[in-house]
């Protein structure tokens, strides 16, 4: 089966991508949580994800907080731990992609992350009239440079030096 992503600008040599299909998550809860981490390194996203599953940091509800209670700190907000764990493993997922392809995983972004419905499954037994709920996730993840953090040197680059080090005081020929 081949899958159609809405994402087009696609560059082998520096992207992964990777999609979940008919995850049996709510799409309401997966299009705040896909919001909340899309722009974020992949190793924060995930690190975020875990404190969601484990019930200490809420996502903020933008969009779907219609009766939602204040969590600290960010306003509406819950704690989807079932859409947090199905996303968190399409993330290691298209992580393993990635390190398949070559790319450096500790400096992938997540830059594109939508989330659509699936057509749903019916629930079996006296009331077939109810459709299981389905979210069809798609994330693209890309390379970026890495960090130059060992250049600099207590806040300068490695162009640039105090002026104490370059005017050193001259010895006097006795």
Same mark, same amino acid.
Request: proline fraction near 3%; avoid cysteine; charge should be positive.
């Given at each position: 089966?081949?899958?159609?992503?809405?994402?087009?600008?696609?560059?082998?040599?520096?992207?992964?991508?990777?999609?979940?299909?008919?995850?049996?998550?709510?799409?309401?809860?997966?299009?705040?949580?896909?919001?909340?981490?899309?722009?974020?390194?992949?190793?924060?996203?995930?690190?975020?994800?875990?404190?969601?599953? /484990?019930?200490?940091?809420?996502?903020?509800?933008?969009?779907?907080? /219609?009766?939602?209670?204040?969590?600290?700190?960010?306003?509406?907000?819950?704690?989807?731990?079932?859409?947090?764990?199905?996303?968190?493993?399409?993330?290691?997922?298209?992580?393993?992609?990635?390190?398949?392809?070559?790319?450096?995983?500790?400096?992938?972004?997540?830059? @594109?992350?939508?989330?659509?419905?699936?057509?749903?499954?019916? @629930?079996?037994?006296?009331?077939?009239?109810?459709?299981?709920?389905?979210?069809?996730?798609?994330?693209?993840? =890309?390379?970026?440079?890495?960090?130059?953090?060992?250049?600099?040197?207590?806040?300068?680059?490695?162009?640039?030096?105090? /002026?104490?080090?370059?005017?050193?005081?001259?010895?006097?020929? =006795?």
């Amino acid at each position: 089966m081949v899958y159609h992503y809405a994402f087009g600008d696609f560059n082998k040599q520096h992207m992964a991508r990777g999609v979940g299909i008919a995850l049996p998550i709510s799409v309401k809860h997966s299009v705040e949580v896909l919001a909340y981490i899309k722009n974020r390194k992949i190793v924060d996203a995930k690190r975020l994800l875990d404190l969601t599953i /484990q019930e200490k940091k809420a996502i903020p509800y933008k969009r779907f907080n /219609q009766g939602l209670s204040h969590k600290t700190s960010i306003g509406p907000g819950r704690f989807p731990v079932k859409t947090a764990s199905e996303i968190k493993n399409l993330l290691e997922s298209i992580e393993a992609n990635a390190q398949f392809q070559g790319l450096n995983t500790a400096n992938l972004v997540i830059m @594109h992350a939508s989330a659509k419905k699936a057509p749903g499954a019916y @629930h079996y037994g006296r009331k077939r009239r109810r459709k299981m709920k389905r979210a069809t996730i798609e994330i693209v993840v =890309q390379e970026t440079k890495a960090d130059k953090k060992d250049d600099k040197k207590h806040g300068k680059s490695a162009g640039q030096e105090s /002026q104490s080090e370059k005017k050193q005081p001259k010895e006097q020929a =006795q």
